[in-house]
Structures are given as structure tokens and as C-alpha cells.
């Protein structure tokens, strides 16, 4: 590409320019501020643990249920991270099980794409997060796997995540239908969180 030229925006681009709102939305939700700001005790935060089992132990079955990601390069599968959730509870002490949220099913490859774009984005400032728990937890990954994600595989798995929205959203119709998959998963994720008994 010619100095001076950016490259024209791309599927990973549109995706993010379209779900940027609900992901600061999530922000704005009172208990994820407050574990961003390091001010969860350990019954609070084993309290988010259990909501988020029941949301991606959902969106793991959705994926499971929806059109095969293999042409794109994915296999959700090997994405899962309920076992992580379960293993923190367990430390915890408390209760490794939860009712599941109610998400949306995924009809096409690409939606589901969308869907599953939610669950991998949130592995970024898992790390941050992680740190944020220094305050309750000891050193170490002991109560806070999920947050460390995929640990030194992150890079790798996130890239090849951005690879699959290229080639998955090349066309148009495509590229509406992942991210309406992604709206749809991010409200559902919002809705899950936002009630009183969890702010």
C-alpha cells in the first residue's frame, strides 16, 4: 500500500463501529465498574462469576447449536471458557452452577461469528482485570482463570478471531448479518447483567 494511504475500513472495522455503543454500555454497568476499579469483595464477585457462567455457558451451547465456523478458520469449542468460571467458583467456595441466559439463536455462520465475536472481545482487558482483584485474591491465576482467558495463547487466538471476521464479512450481506448477531448477543449480555440484584 502507498505511504501516506490507510487501508479501506474492514469487517473487523465495521463490527467494531457498530457495536461500539453496547460495549460502552457494559462500562457503565455498576458491578463491572466496580471490579474494573478493584472494588469487589469476594461474595460480589463470586456473585459476577455465577452470572457469567450462566451467560457464556448459553452462548457456548448457541454456538454449539448454530452453523459450523470451520470454513472461517474457528471452532467455538475450543473457545469455551465455562470450565475457567467453574474452576474460580470452586476456589471460591461457592456454588459452580447457574441458570442460563436467554440468548438469541444464531441462524447463519456469520451471526454466529457475531456472537461469538461478544465472548472473544471480552478476553482483552481480561488481564487488567485480573489485576484488579489483587485487593481479595492471592497471587497466582487461583480465582481469577476465566479473566487470565487463554494466557500466552491470547494473541494468537484473538488474531485468528480478526482473520475469520475478515474473511466471514467480505460481502455485505455477510458483514449485516454478523453484526446482528453481535447486537443481538451484546443486548442479550446486557440485559443479563443490568438487573438490581447484580448492580
Not at 487501508?7 to 465495521?14: E, L, N, Q
Not at 456469520?110 to 485474591?137: C, F, K, N, P, W
Not at 500466552?152 to 480478526?162: E, F, L, N, V
Not at 455485505?172 to 442479550?188: Q, S, V
Amino acid at each position: 500500500m502507498p505511504e501516506g494511504l490507510s487501508r479501506p475500513p474492514g469487517a473487523r472495522d465495521a463490527l467494531r463501529a457498530a457495536t461500539e455503543a453496547a460495549h460502552l454500555r457494559l462500562h457503565a454497568i455498576p458491578i463491572f465498574h466496580a471490579l474494573a476499579e478493584g472494588r469487589l469483595g469476594r461474595a460480589a464477585y463470586a456473585a459476577l462469576l455465577r452470572r457469567k457462567l450462566g451467560f457464556h455457558a448459553a452462548l457456548e451451547a448457541r454456538l454449539a447449536a448454530a452453523p459450523s465456523l470451520a470454513a472461517f478458520g474457528l471452532e467455538p469449542a475450543a473457545r469455551r471458557r465455562t470450565h475457567l468460571l467453574r474452576a474460580d467458583l470452586a476456589w471460591l467456595g461457592a456454588a459452580a452452577e447457574a441458570p442460563l441466559a436467554p440468548l438469541p439463536r444464531f441462524a447463519t455462520a456469520e451471526a454466529a461469528l457475531g456472537g461469538l465475536y461478544v465472548a472473544e472481545g471480552s478476553t482483552l482487558g481480561g488481564q487488567q482485570l485480573a489485576r484488579a482483584l489483587d485487593a481479595i485474591l492471592p497471587p497466582g491465576a487461583d480465582g481469577r482463570r476465566f479473566l487470565l482467558g487463554y494466557g500466552a495463547q491470547h494473541g494468537a487466538m484473538w488474531r485468528a478471531c480478526c482473520e475469520a471476521i475478515e474473511a466471514a464479512g467480505a460481502g455485505a450481506a455477510a458483514r449485516a448479518a454478523m453484526i446482528d448477531g453481535a447486537l443481538a448477543t451484546f443486548a442479550a449480555f446486557e440485559a443479563w447483567f443490568a438487573p438490581p440484584d447484580i448492580a
